[in-house]
């Protein structure tokens, strides 16, 4: 089958595309407000965008409370979901109007970023302490703006929980990611192989 994006006419019962860019890391975003109020939410458009500097970016689709934290105060934590607080990030997905505190919804404890102005879950075996260099409204090939917002952030501290590093790097089989498909589908991933480059062939030399 093939379709235009244009018209979105696939013939399918549901749209197929973030089924098919996945699986993809979910950015568990912890905010605080100009007001001192906090905010809890998960972002499926999420990913790292760069190691040098480290910059990390979530999307935001529509203007959502933690877009708008994050404009007010150019801070934001990246909370790693692991399979053990699957149904809490879950629970931090509802819609409630702004000022309403994620972190209690979720029964997950709110600690202050050392860094930055943001809270993190305690729980969480990762944290990345971000600041917000740069938030683009995206744009369509034809120009125009549309109602999806890219905010990028520098990552200043890291948080591990030691229980995930195992001979001296942090190992994902531990930690357990928890990624997001499409539709209302999750995954783990397991098993966690590795796999080297390959080497370039070494030329005889004349």
């Known amino acids: 089958m093939f379709y235009e994006t244009r018209d979105n006419r696939h013939g399918l019962a549901h749209d197929p595309f973030k089924a098919i860019v996945a699986p993809r890391p979910i950015g568990w975003i912890g905010t605080k407000g100009r007001d001192g109020s906090f905010n809890l939410s998960p972002y499926s458009f999420f990913n790292a965008v760069s190691d040098h500097p480290k910059i990390v970016m979530f999307s935001s689709s529509g203007r959502k409370d933690t877009l708008r934290n994050a404009e007010e105060t150019g801070a934001f934590t990246t909370n790693f979901v692991s399979a053990d607080l699957l149904l809490q990030m879950n629970a931090s997905s509802v819609a409630v109007p702004y000022g309403t505190d994620e972190f209690e919804i979720a029964g997950v404890t709110r600690l202050s970023g050392r860094l930055v ?3 993190y879950v305690g729980e969480a075996c990762v944290v990345l302490e971000c600041r917000v260099t ?4 995206l744009k369509t090939i034809e120009g125009e703006p549309s109602d999806s917002h890219a905010v990028f952030g520098q990552v200043v501290g890291i948080h591990i929980d030691e229980r995930v590093i195992r001979e ?5 089989g531990l930690a ?3 990624t997001r498909m499409g539709y209302m589908d999750y995954a783990e991933i397991q098993p966690v192989f590795e796999l080297l480059r390959p080497k370039a062939p070494v030329r005889d030399q004349e």
Do not use: Q, S
């Open 117 to 119: 102005e943001a809270p």
């Open 134 to 137: 740069e938030i683009h409204t």
């Open 168 to 172: 001296g790097r942090f190992d994902a």
């Open 176 to 178: 357990r990611p928890v």
